[in-house]
């Protein structure tokens, strides 16, 4: 098997494109991508890592590349994050500094902006792996995916 970089990048843009779009982001790529990979850093935060390595087998190779971005397995006790709130608290702070303009200091912001990433990734993850996901999520967290896993 033969690495195509500019096809892996060719896809990728393609994808942050067509994000953007979607998340109603003009073209502001640059706050799409930082979206994108504080919510895909926040669910390896509370999800096993049998679970995450799960997950990636399925995603294509550069969602696969935000996804391991910085991630390091020594820690292996999960974050408890029981409600929507404390995930979006955890997706603020993955994002740094900029999520104060990311997500305009709306909690509604914030759930509509992972609703629509996981509607998103659906296109990628099977039904199965994405119930898997929702039955380790605390109970107050199983909407994140429930919602979506229909698409």
């Keep these: 098997m033969a690495l195509n970089f500019n096809q892996y990048a060719t896809e990728g843009n393609t994808f942050l494109k067509e994000y953007t779009r979607e998340m109603n982001l003009g073209d502001n790529r640059d706050k799409a991508g930082r979206i994108l990979t504080s919510i895909l850093h926040s669910l390896r935060d ?19 590349a935000v996804y391991v971005n910085g991630w390091t397995l020594r820690n292996k006790n999960k974050l408890k994050i029981k409600h929507m709130a404390e995930f979006i608290d955890l997706v603020r702070k993955h994002d740094g500094p900029s999520a104060i303009n990311d997500f305009e200091y709306s909690d509604e912001v914030a759930e509509q902006y992972i609703d629509t990433t996981f509607i998103i990734l659906r296109k990628y993850i099977s039904l199965g792996e994405m119930e898997d996901i929702r039955d380790g999520l605390p109970k107050d967290l199983k909407s994140m995916i429930y919602s979506n896993i229909m698409f």
Excluded: D, R, V
């Design 46 to 64: 509370i999800i096993s890592t049998e679970e995450s390595l799960q997950l990636i087998a399925q995603l294509p190779m550069f969602l696969k």
